[in-house]
């Protein structure tokens, strides 16, 4: 299925690593030009060196002047991927006041900032565009230890229906894709043990977690004209949990 994407200049932030990785390869072989952003310069270097072509950012998105900066001559971007998070795990009477900045900053903040500039961009060249914005079932159920994390998940597919909302006039789709655990290096890591693995499980009809290119192949869909009507929508891929 050709999903339209070949010549197209797309943008994915957290980049380095996971699920940002292995889009900007799905996107490059789709034949998409590609500018990658991470905080980590060594993953920029190692995926460069993977995939040449891409063109790599270097950028803490919690840092907004220096988003800003880094970002403002980026050139014209058809495409964005906002996938860049952290999760900051925390029992809810033990939150701090640094979990609550540096999650907000990066998983809702950064999101509005990048794809208004982004958003800008396209509305000046008079082009349209798709935004997919990476969110989580964790938005739509509560889990231990992720107050902080799930009402930033939340905030964010409120987010991308007032995106969709208001760029709409302009030719441009937002939706969110909401992933169950994924099985990246780090999903295997933190779930690992058996006995957390299967309360987890147990609340999946499916019985078994995401691998990484079920989310990404949902995002390449979500970029495309394949999904040219679809616009302000949360899509689980979650072997059915919010259904449960």
């Known amino acids: 299925m050709d999903l339209g994407l070949a010549g197209r200049r797309a943008l994915v932030t957290g980049a380095g690593k996971g699920i940002g990785r292995s889009t900007v390869l799905a996107l490059q072989a789709a034949g ?41 001559s980026v050139g014209p971007v058809d495409l964005l991927v906002n996938n860049a998070a ?13 979990a609550c900045d540096t999650s907000f900053n990066v998983n809702l903040r950064a999101v509005i900032q990048v794809s208004q500039i982004v958003a800008r961009g ?15 079932q964790a938005s739509q159920r509560a889990l231990t230890n992720h107050s902080v994390y799930c009402s930033t998940k939340g905030a964010l597919d409120m987010l991308t229906k007032m995106m969709a909302l208001e760029l709409g006039p302009h030719k441009i789709r937002v939706n969110a894709v909401n992933p169950t655990v994924v099985m990246t290096p780090m999903g295997r890591t933190n779930w690992s043990d058996p006995h957390k693995a299967k309360v987890m499980l147990d609340r999946i009809p499916l019985g078994k977690f995401a691998e990484v290119e079920n989310v990404v192949d949902t995002i ?20 059915g949990f919010l259904a449960t």
């Open 122 to 136: 396209m509305i000046a060249r008079g082009v349209p565009g798709a935004i997919v914005n990476v969110s989580s």
């Open 86 to 98: 952290v999760a900051l795990l925390q029992p809810f009477l033990e939150v701090t006041k640094e």
């Open 220 to 239: 390449l869909f979500l970029l495309s004209n394949r999904s040219s009507m679809t616009t302000g929508s949360t899509l689980p891929v979650d072997g």
């Open 32 to 72: 998409a030009h590609v500018v990658a952003v991470s905080r980590t310069r060594a993953d920029l270097d190692s995926l460069v060196s993977e995939c040449p072509g891409v063109e790599p950012v270097c950028v803490d998105l919690a840092d907004w002047e220096a988003t800003e900066q880094a970002l403002s």
